[in-house]
């Protein structure tokens, strides 16, 4: 297929698929919603959390406005805590840009770590309304672009859930205590994340941004990340993708032995080094900076940046976190540009 005839939703579907695409496409797993988005429909940000149709509208927007090669949701990292029975903040009284919150934490000291997954958690806080909006973009432009969905991984879940600062201490202390709760954390999220598929989701991210190695050693995600990064994606049916936030370099081989099918690397890492580690076969994601770049960078640097994203043998333009939605038009226009017209 050429440029003319492969649509977005064919590049991305066939780039999962190892066939042969016509360029690098440029999408993304996690919220790529633009305050352009939402000044189009007139919806204020700390709304669309709540609202299936503005979120799917808010979602799509991005592909419509911009040629964004996904539709993704959800646009918060607070679902799966919700859902476990924790209470967030989404900021609804204020006019700015605010991503909701964990308002109260399940676990707040070590003797209170032995929760468990809820027996409807499916029909829980915004589970199901993320499969309606997943229903919804799937209508609305399903047929022309991939349909994305993210959740947390255990770790960085973990951290949602119960203090940071004792998640880290008992990791290094208690290990077999935390990897208890990891694997429990595992199964809730493999619920979720079949749910999303069943709802229509192309592909599956698991961030499990808390697991960087410039938190963890290489030793400790081996031993008390990995096995439960595997567990999860063992079951997924879809096409999946980890993503963790940082320095990932030294744990590269182990993001492609969690199952994935491909790995999502941030800006910190010199992604010429990751590809060396990881070699031709796996797919690799990454890695331009989503504010200082794309939101702050002018168009001349979106568009280097762009290309030396793909020049360093990237499989995707794929940004090193949730894009910031106040990306000014011109920059997210100049980023697509700089993709479409590329070949290796």
Known sequence: MTEQTMTSRDRVLKLFAKEDIDRPPCFSGMGNV??????????????????????????????????????????????????????????????????????????????????????????????????????????????????????????????????????????????????????????????????????GADYITVREMGATSDVLSPRVFKNLILPYLKKIFAALSKNSVIHICGKTNDIAGFMVESGADAISVDQKNDVVETRKKIGNDALLFGNYDPYNVLVSGTTDQVRETMKGCMDSGVNAVWPGCDIWPTVPPENFHAMMDEVKKYRR
Do not use: W
């Open 34 to 199: 633009t305050a352009e988005g939402l000044k189009k429909f007139g919806y204020k940000f700390a709304a669309v959390h709540s609202d299936a149709k503005m979120m799917a509208d808010s979602a799509a927007s991005s592909y419509k406005l911009f040629g964004f090669e996904c539709a993704v949701v959800p646009f918060d990292l607070c679902v799966e805590a919700e859902a476990l029975g924790c209470d967030i903040n989404v900021y609804s009284h204020l006019e700015d840009i605010l991503y909701p919150t964990i308002k109260t934490k399940l676990v707040n000291t070590e003797d209170e770590m032995d929760i468990s997954i809820p027996s409807d958690l499916a029909s829980r806080g915004r589970i199901p309304m993320m499969k309606e909006v997943i229903g919804l973009l799937k209508d609305d432009v399903g047929s022309e672009v991939a349909i994305g969905a993210h959740v947390l991984g255990p770790f960085t879940l973990a951290g949602q859930v119960m203090e940071l600062n004792t998640l880290l201490k008992l990791s290094f202390k208690k290990p077999d205590k935390i990897g208890k709760l990891l694997d429990m954390l595992a199964d809730a999220l493999i619920v979720i994340a079949k749910e999303y598929e069943d709802a």
